[in-house]
């Protein structure tokens, strides 16, 4: 009889317990779906044509579109440019930032294995007060992003990360900015460009 009675309390226990440690449906939050603000995959045939800019800030090598098995890039690479050194932008078409927020930057990126040195990079800047014009008039702030280096591995891209642009206002633009270091290096691709809020 005691048995059967500790029984029926340890159960009763165990259930006051379980109902007790239940999460209230009102406690509970549930990511909402994201909403795209810009998304780029680069397949039309040219970059200006979907409000791209293409700066060569040094040397005369500028970004291109690229494709492969249907596939569209952006892409850069100092290779056969004659120069010792290479820097080139591509930014972005003007984003509003002011009817949403919790802007966040997502794309992908890669190298095409001939990056052998640490001088060669891809970098990401973000501007609130570039006109499309002038490029030296604006200011334009870094901004760090899983980027693929040296040691990556051929033509595999690499997920950036989300990029928090949430404290901007006004018109914004972001940038990629590459630099090859001599004729012979090696390049990098850029696709899959989103920001979501």
């Not at 966040?104 to 001088?119: A, R």
């Not at 990556?152 to 090859?180: C, E």
Request: aromatic share 16%; charged share 15%; net charge negative.
């Amino acid at each position: 009889m005691k048995s059967i009675q500790f029984k029926s309390l340890f159960f009763m226990a165990m259930m006051v317990v379980l109902v007790t440690g239940c999460t209230k449906d009102s406690d509970a939050t549930v990511d909402e779906p994201l909403n795209t603000l810009f998304a780029e995959n680069f397949n039309d045939s040219n970059l200006s044509s979907s409000g791209w800019i293409t700066y060569a800030q040094t040397g005369t090598k500028q970004w291109s579109q690229g494709i492969y098995k249907g596939d569209g890039y952006a892409q850069f690479s100092s290779y056969g440019s004659g120069q010792p050194v290479n820097v080139s932008w591509l930014i972005s078409p003007a984003l509003n930032m002011d009817n949403q927020s919790g802007e966040k930057l997502y794309f992908q990126s890669c190298q095409d294995g001939y990056v052998h040195s640490i001088d060669n990079s891809l970098e990401l800047y973000v501007s609130s007060d570039y006109d499309g014009v002038n490029f030296n008039n604006a200011n334009w702030v870094k901004v760090n992003f899983t980027c693929p280096t040296q040691d990556s591995t051929r033509y595999v891209y690499i997920n950036s990360g989300f990029i928090d642009l949430s404290k901007y206002t006004g018109t914004l633009r972001f940038a990629f900015k590459v630099k090859g270091t001599t004729s012979l290096s090696g390049g990098y691709q850029i696709d899959n460009v989103r920001v979501f809020y």
